[in-house]
């Protein structure tokens, strides 16, 4: 089984910066891409940023320049580093990764962090 924790959430004033983590891990699991997605209150679950295992990036016009994904294959980690942080960054920020196994592969959740920006 796939387990994902994160962490890094927390209240920042507008302008700030907060950076969020998420570590996957099971035994005999290959991860492929990995990506952050937010849900705030009353909206739809959305993309952020995404990684794949070679490196290549994608990011949500919204967060473009000023949120950064990066990824340790060693640790099975990535992370979202998040600047220039405004009020409707305010979300709940969920980790999603794409695990194989053998010949099966699913995607997995995280708990969720959240992330408030006051103004």
């Known amino acids: 089984q796939v387990q994902l924790v994160e962490s890094g959430g927390g209240l920042v004033q507008a302008g700030g910066s907060l950076r969020l983590s998420c570590e996957a891990s099971?035994?005999?699991?290959?991860?492929?891409?990995m990506t952050w997605f937010r849900q705030a209150p009353g909206k739809q679950r959305e993309l952020v940023a995404g990684?794949?295992?070679?490196?290549?990036?994608n990011y949500a016009d919204a967060v473009k320049g000023r949120f950064t994904i990066a990824r340790d294959n060693a640790k099975n980690t990535i992370y979202l580093q998040m600047n220039s942080l405004k009020p409707e960054d305010t979300a709940v920020y969920y980790c999603?990764?794409?695990?194989?196994?053998?010949?099966?592969?699913?995607?997995?959740w995280g708990q969720g962090t959240q992330v408030t920006v006051s103004s």
């Open positions: 999603n990764v794409r695990a194989s196994h053998t010949f099966a592969q699913r995607d997995y």
């Open positions: 099971g035994s005999g699991f290959r991860f492929d891409d």
């Open positions: 990684i794949t295992s070679d490196g290549s990036t």
